[in-house]
């Protein structure tokens, strides 16, 4: 009598991705052990605690190896040790190159050099999130901003073909990037209510409209360095609030446009000079770099403090904004309209955005 045996061979890696998180967070092995216990996955598979021991440690030397193929994620789809899944490729980098919100906003604007790595520890122990984590994410920062800060092309472009992410983490490395490049200062205490996902946004509009890339797509670093002619020619908008009658003519225009469409139309009227010198004023300090790093405080205490003391609704920030935006274009003595809509367009989306009624 002969026995039939049935044997299947496959060397497909495979990948537990409790496990590849617990390692992401920076975990040791008896950690993670610690951590999967309580997740009552013993009486779940009937494992002893030996097998979990084992199994976790063959795990994380399987994404020790993996980990130089990360760096270089096209490395890992044209490899062939290790078989992996398109699919499962594709989780793996986009969660080693994922970020925490505590983490980013810490270094968000910040030189990323030894300097500012220095400073992990104090992160790491003000936000929670383990030292081995923070320094992955920031590695992960600086290994982009290196890749990228010199090519020629759109910047989400560039990381997405290099880095193989998806649409929505390319766009955000983008903006680490950009702000990395011009450091904009982040981490005020008045700017401590804006979320990462805020200054995001305003720099995908400013990379959209104030960098080299807007005007020429065919430059270096055009999606990371501010266009400097157009920063300079910024100085042209003062005529708008240097000029009285320029000045009082916007004002009436914006007021007659807005009347009985206003809850605080009185506060709006009575406050519009100021309002308006706060917004002009910013563009032309642009051209100074310290200005550049100031911006965000600068909308903050010019523009949006002064309606929060006021009671503006969002929703009569936004009527302002875009005719105050509009009516310039009535303005026969004003000779800068392009100029005009290049800047207000980026600042009135960004103003939005940053105004938490």
Request: net charge neutral; with cysteine.
């Amino acid at each position: 009598m002969t026995n039939e045996l049935d044997i299947f061979v496959g060397n497909t890696t495979l990948i537990d991705e409790d496990v590849y998180r617990l390692w992401l967070d920076g975990y040791s092995v008896s950690d993670a052990v610690a951590r999967r216990v309580r997740s009552g996955i013993l009486e779940q598979t009937g494992a002893t605690a030996a097998v979990l021991q084992s199994d976790t440690m063959d795990h994380y030397r399987t994404f020790h190896m993996l980990e130089r193929l990360l760096h270089a994620p096209p490395k890992l789809l044209h490899q062939l040790i290790f078989q992996i899944p398109p699919s499962r490729q594709a989780l793996l980098i986009e969660r080693y190159y994922a970020f925490d919100e505590a983490f980013v906003r810490e270094v968000l604007g910040k030189k990323l050099s030894k300097g500012t790595k220095k400073d992990l520890d104090d992160i790491s122990t003000k936000t929670g999130i383990t030292l081995k984590s923070c320094r992955r994410q920031f590695d992960n920062f600086k290994r982009v901003f290196k890749v990228v800060e010199e090519m020629r092309g759109s910047l989400v472009d560039n990381i997405q073909q290099h880095f193989l992410l998806s649409d929505r983490l390319s766009r955000d490395y983008a903006a680490i990037v950009f702000f990395a490049n011009n450091r904009f200062e982040t981490g005020k205490k008045k700017l401590q209510y804006l979320s990462f996902g805020d200054f995001a946004f305003c720099a995908e509009l400013m990379i959209q409209n104030w960098t080299l890339g807007a005007v020429d797509s065919q430059v270096d670093d055009m999606d990371v360095d501010l266009d400097k002619e157009f920063l300079q020619d910024l100085k042209e908008l003062k005529v708008l609030v240097a000029d009285k009658d320029l000045l009082d003519l916007h004002k009436s225009l914006v007021c007659t446009a807005l009347r009985g469409k206003l809850s605080v139309f009185s506060e709006m009227e009575a406050n519009f000079k100021n309002l308006s010198r706060g917004l002009v004023n910013v563009a032309a300090k642009l051209i100074h770099n310290k200005d550049v790093r100031d911006l965000f405080v600068d909308l903050i205490e010019k523009f949006v403090e002064p309606c929060r003391s006021d009671h503006w609704p969002l929703n009569d920030v936004r009527l302002f904004l875009n005719q105050y935006s509009a009516s310039v274009h009535s303005l026969d003595g004003f000779r800068h309209q392009t100029l005009w809509d290049r800047y207000m367009g980026t600042l009135r989306g960004c103003l939005l955005r940053l105004y938490h009624d």
